[in-house]
């Protein structure tokens, strides 16, 4: 089943726990490098989380692209749609 | 408009604070003021025991290497004055390259101006826009840079993962959008915790999903194996792994790097790989020593042998000082985990004020945010060197934890 965008938003809010040291309320404008303070290899290990939840592949060079939790909620939805794997 | 030099306002702040800790002794820039041997430096103008240089061969101050370094300079000059590809090879280049794939038992090899270029060089010459480099989540940056290089689609699987290459092998090829080649990389041994690749795991997804694949053997090559091959030749896996990278400035003691592999198409990497056309190649003197040193490799395992009994004895102590290890099996890389960032910063302050320079490793350069106080061993280090190594780590490092046991 694939998830709504909301569903994703709220997955991706949850995976990203973890790497948000600094308890920054998380909202679709977040900016992930920016505003959580997460150094690059750390959003490489929460892109792994994501595709193991989701099971789709997220290739690095898509992540110079996302910057924001929107745009990453937006290109997981693409994935799971293209993949059609989740 | 703000400053280019904005963005570096944190790690500015972070090295600030270190040098604070540290008296001024900089961590990250630390300079030995005269060397002394391959395992002494002076340091602070104090005599130091080097535990920290990856000369894991001893090889760097060998008589033999310095003379064929100096006669090369007199033959051939100071440098290169260019790429090979514009400006020429010179007898020596081929003569490395001949000697290195006779080494590595290798119909081709190619020498590349560092180990760093040789990572850049063989993954973009290999990968391009089309194909897909799997590659370790713990690689070496050369590694990462060389896959951003190729503009080959990346992904990424858990460090040491084999299921999980499998895995994603797997969710490519339904994913309908494979067009290319498929590259995987692996180290031999991973430079920051000294553990090495499951090879024999990853061999067995290759036969399943087939790729090309591509061992960096810097901090294996002439260390592992009966004739210091690598991890390749240590698991007994050569005919499986496709291409070998390595570095001149670990077993080799120079400077520079190399890919090997059997592809009858190899050498076309030369004219197709930027990081091999467009540098100047390493100095005359570099690209002899590097020839006379893999000569020695061959010709004195117990060169091998003296390293491996010594990283044997240096991960044992260790263990036995209680210290937390970074890798279970001992090998020339042997990391010990500090508590937290200042308390790492401090033990390694203290254990260079001792006359023991170890590398400090911290986060984001280290796998699981770990800091790391970064010992490697060399074939050089005398018994006495390791035990005194031992001795200070235990002074300066298990200390506080005896003291918690002992309370």
Same mark, same amino acid.
């Given at each position: ?86 | ?69 100096? %006669? ?25 390259? %001949? ?17 760093? %270029? ?113 991890? %390749? ?175």
């Amino acid at each position: 089943m694939v998830e709504s965008k909301e569903q994703i938003f709220e997955e991706l809010s949850r995976l990203i726990a973890p790497f948000n040291i600094k308890g920054v309320p998380i909202t679709p404008a977040t900016d992930i490098a920016a505003d959580l303070n997460i150094d690059s290899v750390a959003v490489m290990d929460f892109v792994m989380e994501i595709e193991d939840r989701f099971d789709i592949d997220i290739p690095l060079n898509l992540l110079a692209e996302i910057r924001t939790m929107d745009e990453l909620t937006q290109v997981v939805r693409e994935r799971i749609e293209r993949g059609g794997s989740a | 408009m703000s400053d280019l030099f904005d963005k570096y306002r944190d790690i500015a702040g972070r090295h600030r604070q270190m040098m604070a800790m540290t008296g001024g002794d900089n961590a990250v820039g630390l300079v030995m003021e005269r060397m002394l041997s391959p395992t002494r430096a002076v340091i602070g103008g104090r005599e130091t025991i080097l535990a920290g240089t990856n000369n894991y061969m001893g090889i760097t101050f060998d008589p033999d290497c310095i003379e064929a370094g100096k %006669q090369a300079l007199d033959a051939y000059g100071t440098g290169t004055t260019g790429s090979r590809i514009a400006n020429g090879s010179y007898g020596i280049h081929r003569e490395l390259e %001949q000697e290195l794939a006779r080494f590595l038992k290798r119909k081709h090899c190619i020498a590349f101006t560092t180990g760093y %270029q040789a990572n850049l060089g063989m993954i973009a010459g290999l990968a391009g826009p089309n194909d897909t480099v799997f590659l370790d989540a713990d690689s070496h940056s050369s590694i990462y840079d060389g896959c951003t290089l190729s503009g080959a689609r990346l992904v990424r699987f858990r460090h040491n993962d084999a299921e999980d290459l499998d895995r994603r092998l797997t969710r490519l090829a339904n994913s309908g959008e494979e067009k290319g080649g498929r590259l995987v990389v692996l180290e031999g041994i991973y430079s920051m915790l000294g553990d090495r690749a499951p090879l024999a795991d990853f061999v067995e997804v290759k036969r399943r999903h087939g790729f090309a694949l591509m061992v960096d053997e810097a901090h294996s090559f002439g260390v592992l194996g009966e004739n210091g091959r690598g991890l %390749q030749e240590e698991t007994g896996l050569e005919s499986e792994v496709d291409f070998v990278v390595g570095t001149f400035s670990k077993s080799i003691g120079a400077i520079g790097g190399f890919g090997a592999g059997d592809h009858p198409m190899f050498d076309v990497i030369r004219y197709a790989s930027r990081p091999y056309m467009f540098t100047a190649s390493s100095s005359p003197s570099s690209v002899a020593t590097a020839t006379e040193a893999v000569r020695k490799l061959a010709a004195e395992p117990e060169r091998r042998e003296r390293l491996r009994r010594n990283a044997a004895r240096l991960h044992e102590s260790f263990r036995d000082l209680g210290l937390e290890l970074g890798c279970p099996v001992p090998s020339p890389v042997i990391a010990v985990r500090g508590p937290d960032e200042p308390s790492t910063i401090a033990m390694w302050h203290s254990l260079l004020r001792a006359g023991v320079y170890v590398n400090i490793a911290l986060p984001p350069g280290t796998p699981g945010k770990a800091c790391l106080l970064r010992c490697s061993v060399s074939a050089a280090h005398t018994e006495e060197d390791i035990d005194r190594i031992v001795a200070v780590f235990r002074d300066v490092v298990a200390q506080p934890r005896l003291a918690v046991a002992g309370e």
